[in-house]
């Protein structure tokens, strides 16, 4: 199939509901999406983050009382440096953005918020996250290392996460089940190990990688992917516990 043909498909990252049915459901707690826009090697787009994160919400928007917010698409993918199509903002105009989203949304009575976060790049979600909650819980970074580590253990995935970094076995699995007309053939031989990385946030991904991937993604299925994402979706019942947005 040609890029052409790619290239006329659209992920579903954004929700459809009203301001009716936001006032009805009466929300206590939203869920916002944040990606990337970056290089995933020549099987996976660069929207891959934002999409895994915007699928996410929607998995936890269809369990949950949660108001589901669009992806911020663009976000800290310096680590790509200058590979075709990457762009990216700084971790001061990210910060800027998520807090003043956390500050509308207090306005209109919405006071708790979950970060769920597809990209490894963007650090300062970690430092947002520690400044909301000084005086109460008010926000979370979902999903966290563990939550992810017992995904992938649920789904039954080969690769860990140091060794699956990018546009391996995992990212690949869950657009195989949730969105699989992004997924360009040429994943199933496009594994590469990157090892040890010690200077990755001074050398950029172009010193481990070639290709752009780090992981295994000859591994993925789509049923790995409906795993993962169920494990996840799960284990969001203890960040709404924590903020008092539902009981588990």
């Known amino acids: 199939m040609g890029a052409e043909s790619y290239r006329r498909r659209a992920v579903n990252l954004l929700p459809t509901i009203t301001t009716v049915d936001v006032q009805d459901q009466a929300p206590k707690v939203a869920v916002l999406p ?19 994160a915007s699928i996410i919400a929607r ?13 911020i698409t663009i976000a800290c993918s310096h680590e790509h440096g200058t590979w075709a199509g990457t762009v990216s903002i700084s971790a001061r105009t990210l910060h800027a953005v998520v807090t003043d ?19 490894g790049g963007n650090y300062v979600l ?8 000084v005086t109460e819980p008010r926000m979370s970074l979902f999903p966290q290392g563990h939550e992810w580590n017992r995904a992938r253990e649920h789904a039954g995935l080969v690769s860990n996460s140091h060794d699956d970094m990018h546009a ?35 050398e950029g991904m172009k010193a481990y990688t070639q290709t752009g991937v780090i992981g295994f993604p000859s ?16 284990d969001f019942a203890h960040h709404m ?8």
């Open 34 to 52: 944040i990606g990337s826009f970056e290089q995933h090697g020549a099987h996976l787009p660069l929207i891959t983050d934002a999409a895994i």
């Open 59 to 71: 998995e936890v928007a269809s369990a949950y009382p949660v108001l589901q917010l669009p992806p």
């Open 101 to 119: 989203i956390a500050q509308s949304l207090e306005a209109s009575g919405i006071r708790k918020l979950v970060l769920i976060n597809a990209h």
């Open 126 to 133: 970690s430092n947002i996250v520690q400044e909301a909650n």
């Open 168 to 202: 391996g076995e995992i990212e690949t699995s869950i657009l195989l089940h949730a969105e699989p007309s992004v997924v360009r053939p040429g994943y199933e031989t496009a594994d590469h190990d990157g090892g040890e990385r010690p200077f990755l946030l001074t």
């Open 219 to 234: 591994h993925a299925t789509a049923e790995k992917g409906k795993a993962v994402l169920a494990s996840l979706t799960k």
């Open 241 to 248: 516990a924590v903020l008092g947005g539902e009981k588990e």
